[in-house]
């Protein structure tokens, strides 16, 4: 099973370790090679977002399997209203094809590193209180911002960094924690685990 995921950037190649022993411990010998497509900014969208999809799914060379589109509700532009917004959006522009799977992150990436409201604080140094439900945090304030700011007014004294602190909030930890607070995460995953033929969460 070889699977393409369409990603805005940076924080999400962070995830991408962590999403690979996650699937380690699930998956075994079904282990799917997974290809992170990041586009260094917000994915493609209408015909572009198609032509990069059938570009991989009609490709001789290396054959792929299934295309997962993960965008974020949050884009600065306002575009998506919601997750369902944002995924209906995505279908209708790369049209009925079976094998592309459209998936976001309720409202940007960050929400997924929430549930490790602990960790942040430790990293951070502060005890700010956590924002409520990791996908509840939303356009006006969403998590980037959150953590952004936890780590501004911290005592370690040192900005937010994507790839290195979303690294560090992860190191070690049980993905199916947020899994369970983050239903649209929780979704991402169940689709890979299907279609490499595991058990879903």
Partial sequence: ??????????????????????????????????????????????????RVVENYLLATKDPVDAVIALTDVYTGTREFIDAQDAKQKMRQWVGKNPKFYPHVALHDFEAWLLPYWNEIQSLAGHNQKAPGSPEGVNHDKPPSYRIKEVFRIG??????????????????KDLTVAAKACPEMKAFLNTILKLSGGETL
Avoid: W
């Avoid at 411990?25 to 079904?30: A, W």
């Avoid at 005592?155 to 909030?169: H, V």
């Fill in 1 to 50: 099973m070889r699977i393409v995921i369409i990603v805005e950037g940076e924080t999400e190649m962070a995830f991408k370790p962590h999403l690979q022993i996650f699937l380690k411990t699930r998956l075994e010998k079904k282990m799917p090679k997974l290809v992170f497509h990041a586009c260094n900014g917000r994915i493609p969208t209408d015909l572009k977002l198609r």
């Fill in 155 to 172: 005592s370690k004294g040192r900005g937010y960094i994507k790839t290195r602190d979303a690294n560090r909030i992860l190191a070690g």
